[in-house]
């Protein structure tokens, strides 16, 4: 696998909340581990959330060694991210500053053909091979409801003005429930995990070229993320891309 990994501020926000973390060495059991968490909150409660979550999830996985992991790893990780959720929602119990906060999370493991994905919020996984992009992961987001109830279209959802409101995340409540799914990897694919300031500046059909572009992984992470700055840059923008084709797409 090739992996590279970026967070950029973007051009509008002051402070970045956005938190990454990708390892192709073990993690606990995990034999790799890719993670993108973006917060929310007032001042740095949004920062916290995230780097919290990131860290409690990671810790979680590091302590319990133990877990029988034959039938996969899905298991393990919604046991994690529930120990994340309230271990967040606790910390933001503890300080009138930390109120409310909380964090979209994706995480992804890859191996063995397949990659399986925890997820809560509205940062998304997605997989690309040379015919396609498909989106993993589901927005828990308002206008996501109404594209799903018929209400809206999805290019309504685009440029919805409640677009960002999110209808489930981590830290929040202090219980949570997160989606979980095992996919099967298409023959030399990347998988993309990002942040909403990556979605929502640039389409899909742009996600899927560059991700499968002629050069190095770093090198297409950089150009993602310039491309949104360049479409307003509105957000903090994360990108983590994993390409799982065992020779460099740059040769």
């Keep these: 696998m090739f992996i590279a990994g970026q967070t950029d501020v973007g051009k509008v926000r002051s402070q970045n909340q956005d938190s990454i973390f990708f390892s192709a060495e073990p993690v ?9 968490a973006d917060g929310m909150g007032g001042h740095n409660a949004g920062d916290i959330a995230s780097k919290s979550a990131v860290e409690f999830f990671c810790d979680y996985l590091r302590r319990n ?10 298991d393990l990780m919604v046991a994690a991210i529930s120990e994340a959720n ?9 300080d009138a500053s930390f109120s409310g906060m909380g ?22 996984a997605y997989m690309v091979s040379k015919k396609r992009i498909t989106q993993l ?9 109404m594209v799903k109830a018929g209400h809206i279209t999805k290019s309504q959802a685009r440029e919805h ?8 995340v981590l830290g929040v409540e202090p219980d949570m429930a997160a989606d979980g799914d095992v996919r099967a990897l298409e023959s030399d694919c990347a998988l993309l995990l990002c942040s909403d300031g990556l979605t929502n500046m640039l389409p899909d059909e742009t996600l899927h070229a ?13 150009a993602m993320i310039a491309q949104a ?6 957000d903090n923008i994360s990108v983590i891309l994993i390409d799982t084709k065992t020779t460099p797409r740059n040769i």
């Design 28 to 36: 606990g059991l995990l034999s790799n581990l890719f993670i993108v």
């Design 65 to 74: 060694t133990e877990a029988d992991v034959t039938a996969g790893f899905l």
């Design 86 to 94: 309230r271990l967040v929602y606790k910390r933001s119990l503890s």
């Design 103 to 124: 964090t979209t999370f994706t995480a992804c493991v890859v191996g063995g053909g397949k990659c399986e994905i925890i997820h809560v919020g509205d940062s998304r």
């Design 137 to 145: 992961t589901a927005d828990h987001t308002y206008v996501n409801e």
């Design 161 to 168: 003005p409640r677009r960002n409101v999110l209808t489930r």
């Design 210 to 222: 560059a991700a499968l572009a002629p050069f190095t992984a770093d090198e297409r992470v950089s």
């Design 229 to 234: 700055n360049e479409s307003g840059g509105d």
